[in-house]
């Protein structure tokens, strides 16, 4: 299988917009290996030149060039995959994360984050990161260890939702904010439109369970993704219509609404359908075993569609 890199260029990236109309960048074959350089933040949250914090070379050109810019992140892509089809599954193996720089940002803004009545003025810190220790270093001294991921990761939305943002999470995937997804996890996204289109960005350094400000650590990265094509969503998932992942320990099932409830009842029915189709239990017992052995997690607050995501621990069903 071959492997592809693509470069974060003007050219390479999108700001803000998911779209089934945009050309991919490239065609891969299904099992092919893509390594996407991404990068985050726009002018108005680069460190000052007398910080010492240096802005990525790639970057600092995509700021320059003034391209398209919509409310939400820098994203690069789409790749198509060969034969990939609506209706099909595409599988994205998280294959590796690599930091792309030596700090990061979090802040907050008016009328935005979890708590926005209390908080209406605008706040924002750049945070040293060491690679070689895969740390961090907050302001007022703390250390956190880093387990980036990505926050944004999908394939094009279905064709007639024309240009959406990538801020809200949907049945594409897209701004996932899910912590669980890191290197070695795996996510599976039903395929809306020719190509499935992949997109991926929006680096997240480290990040507690609801991102309740709006933000992680912001920051760049460079993902290393094997993109799997099952057609009509192969043998386990012939009708898979909404993001689901795997990691080594856990399944995981998601909710997305703008309401915190809908959410929860959207991921506990997609954990009852997954359960229901690996096993034979009645829905009733699958149920049943949601409530004694699945933890709902809330994924995050922030991005209009919020997020709830059910993991079911590995060996208890299968």
Request: proline share 8%; net charge negative.
């Amino acid at each position: 299988m071959a492997t592809h890199r693509i470069a974060s260029t003007p050219e390479t990236v999108r700001w803000g917009m998911f779209d089934a109309s945009f050309p991919p960048l490239i065609t891969v074959d299904p099992g092919d290996t893509v390594v996407l350089e991404c990068v985050s933040g726009g002018p108005e949250v680069m460190p000052a030149r007398e910080s010492g914090l240096a802005v990525p070379p790639a970057l600092a050109a995509i700021h320059a060039a003034n391209i398209p810019r919509a409310p939400g992140h820098l994203i690069t892509g789409p790749v198509a995959v060969a034969g990939a089809e609506p209706g099909d599954m595409l599988e994205v193996r998280i294959d590796k994360i690599e930091l792309g720089c030596d700090w990061g940002y979090c802040g907050f803004r008016p009328l935005a984050g979890t708590i926005p009545e209390d908080f209406p003025e605008k706040f924002l810190s750049h945070i040293p990161v060491d690679r070689a220790r895969r740390t961090c270093r907050l302001p007022w001294g703390t250390e956190l260890s880093l387990s980036p991921f990505f926050g944004v990761m999908g394939v094009a939305p279905p064709p007639h939702y024309g240009t959406i943002s990538t801020v809200q999470p949907r049945e594409h995937g897209g701004n996932l904010d899910n912590k669980e997804l890191s290197e070695g996890a795996t996510l599976f996204l039903p395929v809306w439109a020719p190509g499935a289109l992949f997109s991926a960005g929006d680096g997240h350094g480290v990040q507690g369970d609801g991102e309740v400000c709006i933000n992680a650590l912001e920051m760049c990265l460079t993902g290393t993704f094997t993109l799997a094509l099952h057609k009509g969503g192969g043998l386990r998932d012939p009708l898979l219509t909404y993001p689901r992942a795997e990691t080594a320990t856990h399944f995981i099932a998601m909710g997305m609404h703008e309401d915190l409830d809908t959410a929860m009842k959207t991921a506990l029915r997609q954990m009852i359908a997954f359960i229901t189709s690996r096993t034979n239990l009645s829905r009733q017992e699958a149920y049943q075993f949601c409530s004694l052995a699945v933890d709902f997690h809330v994924t995050q607050t922030v991005n209009g569609e919020k997020g709830i995501h059910a993991l079911l621990r590995k060996g208890l069903l299968f």
